[in-house]
């Protein structure tokens, strides 16, 4: 927990309304006043970045202050962007008369499920990569842990399938070559299929193509798998509030991420009351937070976790981003394993 901001990655995550964002961004502020050169991106289409700093962040990387920059995926334009350089590659490797039924076909993907987070997942990669050279630390503000779990589990998946392609194009040029040494001399490929409509050359050429993109896919996936599951670089810091379903969907997150083999770095207990509250329904309330902070201990046992009080007003803006920040240094400081 004490060399939170010496990573290279950090995601944030958690249930929706945990205060994530807060924490991301007081997180981001610190680590950019100490010189460092720092990335915060929002992956949540519910965005709250632009609105926690009181300033526009779009889509493209926007200066904040000195050392600190932001942006706010737009999950909608990944996807349709995503969608049409795979048009523009497929339209590279099939005969012209294909192309209506590519679009026709990859028009009705970009509604599947699961496009939009593998279009997202595609931009959290580049983003990566650029931890480390453009920018010394990324933190990623995630959407709910839901959506962030399937998300970090695309890498493995997607490899795992692009590794299948590559298989299935390997057996296929075999059989291709078989085929071709089976024509009569001087006979060419019918123009009557999808994809075998060029001459032995050109042909040659269109399968060295599709297997330099699904190796360019894997490579950029397994790089990204391989951060994903360094501690020394990737680091999941899990922000819950002392109530029931938080920590209920913490411990899902926990158990899936432990699964890949992602370290949760440490825990924000966050939104704490103050002890000195007085009247029956305040000490009630207290009550249920000293009950649930028990139960954290109990479920979290070995992760370092830090307390972040409930403020006196909402955050927002650079002074109370700052002032969050200064908490957070002093309780990472003194942070102590559940």
């Known amino acids: 927990m004490t060399r939170l901001l010496d990573l290279r990655i950090l995601f944030v995550g958690g249930k929706g309304g945990v205060g994530k964002t807060t924490i991301a961004s ?14 915060v991106v929002s992956t949540d289409p519910a965005h709250s970045l632009a609105d926690i700093f009181d300033k526009s962040i779009g889509d493209q990387e926007v200066s904040l ?3 600190l920059w932001a942006l706010e995926i737009d999950s909608d334009r990944e996807a349709d962007r995503h969608i049409s350089t795979v048009k523009q590659n497929m339209k590279t490797l099939v005969a012209p008369k294909m192309y209506a039924e590519i679009d026709r076909q990859l028009d009705l993907a970009r509604y599947s499920p699961g496009a939009v987070e593998a279009a997202v997942l595609e931009r959290v990669t580049d983003l990566m990569a650029a931890a480390g050279t453009r920018y010394d630390l990324v933190i990623f503000d995630t959407a709910p842990t839901g959506h962030t779990v399937r998300l970090l ?17 390997d057996r296929s040029k075999r059989l291709g070559s078989l085929l071709d040494g089976l024509q009569k001399n001087g006979e060419e490929s019918s123009d009557s299929g999808m994809m075998d409509f060029l001459k032995n050359d ?14 360019n896919r894997r490579d950029k996936f397994f790089e990204a798998r391989k951060s994903l599951t360094d501690p020394r670089a990737t680091g999941f810091l899990l922000v819950l509030n002392p109530e029931r379903l938080p920590i209920l969907e913490s411990k899902k997150a926990f158990d899936v991420l432990s699964r890949f083999q ?8 966050n939104r704490i009351l103050p002890s000195d509250l007085t009247g029956d329904f305040l000490r009630s ?15 979290f046992s070995g992760v370092r976790s830090i307390s972040v009080p409930l403020l006196e007003r909402d955050v927002y803006g650079m002074g109370m981003l700052e002032n969050v920040g200064q908490i957070l240094s002093t309780a990472i400081s003194s942070s102590e394993i559940l």
């Open 26 to 39: 007081s997180l981001a502020l610190l680590a950019a006043s100490s010189g460092r050169r720092v990335l």
């Open 285 to 299: 309330r207290l009550k249920q937070q000293s009950h649930y902070m028990e139960e954290i201990s109990r479920e």
């Open 262 to 269: 992602i370290e949760i770095c440490g825990m924000v207990i």
């Open 202 to 215: 050109s042909k040659n050429q269109r399968n060295e193509e599709i297997s330099r993109i699904l190796q």
């Open 153 to 169: 589990s695309l890498p493995e998946i997607i490899t795992a399938w692009t590794e299948g392609m590559l298989n299935h194009q």
């Open 65 to 67: 202050s000195k050392n």
